[in-house]
């Protein structure tokens, strides 16, 4: 489906654009909508026409009135409440499947967004799109056909009927409308710009709440609960003000609203009683008339307060589309043909890469890695480790140079095949809330149990799953919280060795393990390194000591490179390195 740019802050062309977008589909439900609307309104506009005739039978004496007047009530009624029924039904039915099928495009989108157009807002915020904006989108979905098309519908029945009865007095009622709907405009404007802060600060708060229960282990160390409480109020205090500003600007729509329609039934009040007196009217007349007056101002009022409904929808709807209309930088090229693989060879040609234009992470890069060899990175923390390794599977793209894979520019051929290509085990490890066999299973789609089982022991995993009163049926719970470090880090490990992928990335996977937990996570790393080409990060320069090759980087640039025993021969960076991190590593053991 093609995506265009909202057009401008003006509500009407974003839900031009949601019925182009979503509704359109449902025409033929729309379309029997309308036809129960028009139902409502013919049934509404009869009421007056009704009660004229009824006053006017038994001002004539007629008692054949009190036999059938009541019948044509009951059926004028049963009519219009069983089609205001079909139309609450089948317009619930196109709001909510709308609305979810809006909800899985934008979480289809931001689920295939570049790294660092997520990095923008927090997890709690694109959530809150979720929520709250899609409680207002949905709200004003509902309200187009219940409220505006139905009311519509009605108020043109009962001003045809006013009309009919009396043009002079209809005209009279209609002088004060310009004065109301003035005000009105001026409200749902201000009402906009309030929407538009109040779901942002949402999103930010629900941030920092999320922020705040995933850091408690800091909090409660450091004594930070204080300042987290002071820092929440402050967030909430701050939303609460801006709903109180939208609370507010609603609120003026109900006097003008009273105002204005009891200006203009008293109006009618004066000119009828004086003609019904003067004998120009019957009380038919004037009872069929107020009585239409009277019901017409309730749809009249319902489409005074929509406005404001609208457009806090509209804010909505334009932090929808701003975010489903960005186009992901890491894209393929039209007709991209998929990556050939001959043994995973890798090569870093002239590589320069930054997050932002003030911040380099990498300048230079010139490196090979040839299939089937491990080659080690390692520095200082910021000196672009990790950086370069996000480079290979394309979550970032080079801001210069290239990066081949058996000679391939990793941006010539299809994501697909390039990520299936590579396998990644870091020491931020995601367990999603399912079960260990789909964790696992995640490496690699439509695996047999028998595979997942076997992944899961050369990953040292086996042993443990098989003591868990569920096996491999048991839920790790959200982000993996009912396993250990050890226990989760060797979930990922399984994952890798079922994914049986050529190229292998390692950022510092045994780095928060305690030392049983190492001795196996290392022990099935070496495993899983035989025959792949491995690119690893270690925290402890003691575990690559064996690696093929270990590159030393600092800020951003190759500084030195050869075998273990070269580097400390060359008495260099690498050396003193060595030396510092090997006194920490006997210090902490």
Known sequence: MARRPPLGGDTLPLLGRVWRDWLSPHRGTLAIVLVLIAIVGAATGFYPALIKGA???????DEAALAYGPVIVIAVTAIRGFALFGQ???????????????QSALYAHLIEADLAQLGRESPAAFTQRFTTDFAFIREALTRISTVLLRDIAMLIALVTALIWM??????????????????IGRVGKKLRRVSTSTQEQMGQAAGLITESLQGARIAKTYALEGYLKGRAAKAFDEVRRLKMRAANARGRLDPLLEVGGGLAVAAVLVLVGQRVMAGERTVGDFTGYVAALLLAAQPARALGTLNAILQEAGAALERYYALLDEAPHIREAPGAPPLRLSGGAVRFEGVRFRYREDAPALEGIDLDVPAASVTALVGRSGSGKSSLLNLVPRLYDVTQGRVLIDGQDVRAVTLASLREAVAVVSQEIVLFDDTIAANIAFGRAGATQGEIEAAAAAAAAHGFIARLPEGYAFRVGPSGGRLSGGERQRIALARAFLRNAPILLLDEATSALDSESE??????????????????????LSTVRDADRIVVMEAGRVAEMGRHEELMAAGGGYAALYRTTLTDDRAAG
């Open 166 to 183: 009396d043009p002079v007095l209809t005209l009279v009622a209609a002088v004060v409308m310009p004065f109301v709907a003035g005000p």
């Open 519 to 540: 001795r196996l996570v290392q022990a099935a790393l070496a495993r899983l390194m035989r025959g792949r080409t491995t690119l690893v990060i270690a925290h402890r």
């Open 55 to 61: 006053f006017d039978a038994f001002d004539r004496k």
């Open 88 to 102: 609450t039904v089948l317009t619930n039915r196109v709001v909510t499947r709308v609305e979810a099928d809006m």
